[in-house]
């Protein structure tokens, strides 16, 4: 791989990072994190990975679906964007656990789960 062609990648990496940190300063603020996971300068294809306070967010399909109609807009080189929690159940967009709500889970002791005891 010549210099040139390196340096292009380094710099549509860039883009992809600088992209993200402007437009959705919010998944920051919020205690989340995007992150590159892939860049495919041949198809075009850049796979993002939200974490933290994403995972779990019952905003974060929203957020989702913003940077990927928002991305192929913004950069040309990009025709398709793959981002995920990691809630789908698959390791490789950097984990995440599914929230769980009382009487979903079973303790140890076999009895379900009541949630928190409410303090008074």
Same mark, same amino acid.
């Given at each position: 791989?010549?210099?040139?062609?390196?340096?292009?990648?380094?710099d549509?990496?860039?883009?992809?990072?600088?992209f993200?940190?402007?437009?959705? %300063?919010? /998944?920051?603020?919020?205690?989340? *994190?995007?992150?590159?996971q892939?860049? +495919?300068?041949?198809?075009?294809?850049? $796979?993002?990975?939200?974490g933290?306070?994403?995972?779990?967010c019952?905003?974060?399909?929203?957020?989702?679906?913003?940077?990927?109609?928002?991305?192929?807009?913004?950069? %040309?080189? /990009?025709?398709?964007?793959?981002? *995920?929690?990691?809630?789908?159940?698959g +390791?490789?967009?950097?984990g995440g656990? $599914?929230?769980?709500?009382?009487?979903?889970?079973?303790?140890?002791?076999?009895?379900?789960?009541?949630?928190?005891?409410?303090?008074?």
């Open positions: 791989m010549s210099t040139e062609t390196q340096n292009d990648g380094d549509l990496e860039e883009r992809v990072t600088n993200l940190r402007r437009n959705f %300063p919010q /998944i920051q603020m919020h205690g989340g *994190s995007a992150a590159i892939d860049i +495919d300068r041949e198809s075009g294809e850049v $796979s993002i990975a939200l933290g306070a994403c995972s779990g019952g905003i974060s399909p929203m957020t989702i679906q913003a940077i990927k109609s928002r991305m192929v807009k913004e950069i %040309p080189e /990009i025709e398709q964007v793959n981002a *995920s929690t990691g809630m789908d159940g +390791d490789d967009m950097g656990t $599914s929230p769980s709500f009382p009487g979903e889970t079973v303790d140890d002791d076999g009895e379900a789960d009541e949630g928190p005891e409410a303090p008074f």
